[in-house]
């Protein structure tokens, strides 16, 4: 089945771009009319701010620019006091409480500031961090990107990290540093500036930037937290990856293979906001912390605050390989070792599947531990190959099977697989066991953590007990002339509950006040609307997620075309 992917969606806000600077020069424009002395950029990392600064200096030509960066401590004192929360390993480090403030000199942020107040003409302070020293600047932007086209500027050795001279440093350890430290430190500060800001400044392009007011900006958020939406995905290869996603989703040729799309993952995935024909892109983070009562829904935000955690994505093996053999942390062990509050349960929901598609799922029957682990470290160790076929089930995987993989399973697709992984958010904790002896696409090998593995695995979860509690749970719960709805899981040490609906009409669904995010599993083409009008229909294609806000209470889905649909659903449990 070909799919009419959407791979750019938009949430359509107006049909006026007037309130839209473009390109340099309109942005340069509408500063000009700002209010006050000072003007400050206040810039996420990896923003490139010798170019932003360039263009507003050459437009406004400020008596003083002051740069942010010119206050940080040195390197070398910034590396070390990130060494406890970084450490030696390649991946995993520890969340933390760092902010901004502590990267910077306070001795020189304190005279810079008060220099900045004193000074008599206009005045621009720019960089990451330029809020801390401009706190009560007449007119603030917000110069942001997202966590995407971070990544790419990582790979392209264009960008360091904060703070840092690392800019030709391994892309993983770049992005290693700005997930657990970057990242957060700029988000605590984000969260502060987004309401008040002037402007929002999407600098996702280089060439073309795009200069929103920060009322619109606000008022835009607000208004897609009513709504049904999608996020923009992205794809990337692995040394796994494999061709369905090329094929389906008509992807370009020039990458060796496509193994992920992400395409709920609100902290990395960016959120196009329409006025005309103008789209301003932005971190869908940003619609978390605007409205994350809104969006998630009372329970949710009070057991997780400001993050959004549910989390789905694409896995292609098609053509492909498997992935690698895997355990995910149980939760006191993701807290005392790395200090996040929940860690990542997740399931595989085939989407399709080639011939001898299979899954590796729990250990075989009297499995002896010690024996298996000492295969993993000679494996390790480059000795043998480990025998997974020996420890490890194969189940034979099927479209539309659903396999629960609750933390300590033991896990990985095989090949020829097209995997939904419905999970929750922490992702990055994936312990590597065994990666079949392969190398990543940079000609490296790929590191693993059986170190880690080891402490998590969950012996008792053998062929019996996966049989019976994790492979192919469907029940159905309702149903009617024109549709059925089935629970499918997940695990009961699982916050998240799926529920998938077989139709040929329109289905009626209520958030009850939770984030509902869906996929089109089966059918080409379906329309969510509102029983009341209160949102302008989405149409949703074959593969497509979306999320659907708690804010907008009942919903329906109905196919546009003949012929029988399904959707997988993921919310939160909230009852006993």
Request: hydrophobic share 40%; glycine share 8%; charged share 25%.
């Amino acid at each position: 089945m070909n799919s009419h992917y959407e791979k750019r969606p938009v949430v359509k806000l107006s049909s006026s771009s007037r309130d839209c600077a473009v390109g340099w020069r309109s942005v340069v424009e509408r500063l000009r009319e700002r209010r006050g002395r000072i003007l400050c950029v206040e810039c996420y990392p990896g923003t490139f701010v010798e170019q932003l600064e360039k263009a507003i200096v050459e437009g406004l030509r400020p008596a003083e620019v002051v740069r942010a960066s010119d206050c940080l401590k040195p390197p070398d004192e910034i590396n070390a006091l990130l060494a406890p929360y970084l450490g030696d390993d390649p991946v995993f480090g520890r969340m933390n409480g760092l902010t901004l403030a502590d990267f910077f000199d306070s001795s020189r942020l304190a005279k810079r500031r008060e220099a900045i107040v004193k000074s008599r003409g206009d005045v621009l302070v720019v960089g990451t961090g330029a809020a801390l020293l401009a706190p009560d600047a007449e007119t603030l932007v917000y110069a942001d990107l997202a966590r995407w086209e971070i990544q790419k500027r990582q790979r392209s050795g264009e960008i360091p990290n904060l703070g840092a001279l690392n800019g030709h440093e391994r892309p993983s350890l770049k992005y290693k540093r700005a997930f657990f430290v970057d990242w957060r430190v700029a988000d605590r500060l984000k969260k502060k500036l987004l309401p008040k800001a002037d402007f929002l400044l999407d600098t996702n392009d280089r060439r073309t930037p795009k200069l929103i007011p920060g009322d619109l900006f606000r008022h835009s958020l607000k208004t897609a937290v009513q709504r049904p939406f999608r996020v923009v995905p992205y794809f990337d290869p692995g040394p796994w990856g494999g061709e369905w996603m090329r094929r389906h989703f008509d992807l370009p040729l020039d990458a060796p293979n496509y193994a992920w799309c992400f395409d709920c993952v609100p902290e990395e995935n960016s959120l196009l906001l329409g006025f005309g024909e103008v789209e301003v892109e932005v971190p869908s983070i940003d619609l978390v912390f605007a409205y994350p009562r809104e969006l998630l829904g009372e329970a949710v935000h009070g057991r997780f605050g400001a993050e959004f955690p549910i989390r789905f994505d694409m896995l292609d093996t098609m053509e492909g390989g498997n992935l690698s053999l895997q355990v995910h942390p149980l939760t006191e062990y993701i807290q005392e070792q790395f200090g996040m509050h929940y860690t990542q349960d997740e399931s595989y929901y085939l989407l399709d599947a080639g011939e001898g598609a299979t899954v590796y799922l729990g250990l075989k029957e009297g499995v002896n531990p010690a024996l298996m682990l000492a295969a993993l470290e000679e494996a390790e160790s480059g000795g043998s190959p480990f025998p997974a076929d020996k420890f490890v089930n194969q189940w034979p995987a099927s479209k539309h099977d659903h396999f629960l993989i609750p933390a300590g399973t033991i896990h990985c697709s095989g090949k020829n697989c097209m995997v939904l992984e419905i999970s929750a958010t922490p992702y990055i904790f994936t312990f590597k066991l065994w990666d079949w002896g392969r190398v990543g696409l940079d000609g490296e090998p790929r590191p693993t953590h059986l170190a880690h593995g080891r402490e998590s695995i969950q012996w008792d979860r053998t062929t019996t007990w996966v049989r019976n509690h994790l492979v192919n749970r469907a029940q159905c719960v309702d149903s009617s002339a024109a549709w059925r709805e089935e629970r499918t899981g997940l695990h009961e040490r699982e916050f998240i509950e799926t529920r998938r609906h077989w139709f040929t009409g329109e289905v009626p669904h209520d958030t009850h006040g939770g984030i509902n995010v869906l996929n089109l599993v089966e059918g080409s083409e379906v329309l969510v609307e509102s029983p009341k009008d209160s949102f302008e229909p989405l149409v949703v294609h074959y593969a497509e997620t979306f999320i659907v806000p708690a804010a907008v209470g009942r919903y329906n889905i109905r196919p546009m075309q003949p012929g029988r649909c399904a959707t997988i659903k993921a919310y939160v449990r909230t009852n006993p």
